[in-house]
């Protein structure tokens, strides 16, 4: 059985910093894509970006680009993200989720397996 728990979310000011953790179980996270989405009230889930399972590659939205980066630590087949200079925009639920594939993927259709999600808010 596949379960992702997320865990770092919480409140911070414009600015800030926080770190996001993804902690995988049955399911190793260097043979599959892991992803990672957003979702603001009232609006749809939104992708922030992947980490490929095989080498590691990241791909990012605009949105997110040069502020969050992705990383892993795959002896504890754990997927981080990292979010800098944090803006009120980017108040949200921060989801992880994993594919059966190992590839691109950019829509939230792409993952078969979600986490229940982190509260991350960021004050003005």
């Known amino acids: 059985q596949v379960q992702l728990v997320e865990s770092g979310g919480g409140l911070v000011q414009a600015g800030g910093s926080l770190r996001l953790s993804c902690a995988a179980s049955g399911r190793t996270i260097s043979i599959s894509t892991t992803g990672w989405f957003r979702q603001a009230p009232g609006k749809e889930r939104e992708f922030v970006g992947f980490m490929r399972g095989s080498d590691g590659t990241t791909y990012y939205a605009d949105s997110v680009k040069g502020r969050f980066t992705i990383s892993r630590d795959i002896a504890k087949n754990t997927v981080f993200l990292e979010m800098n200079s944090l803006k009120p925009e980017d108040t949200a639920v921060y989801s992880c989720?994993?594919?059966?594939?190992?590839?691109?993927?950019?829509?939230?259709?792409?993952?078969?397996?979600w986490g229940q999600g982190t509260q991350v808010t960021v004050s003005s």
């Open positions: 989720a994993s594919r059966l594939l190992n590839g691109a993927g950019l829509s939230k259709t792409d993952y078969q397996y």
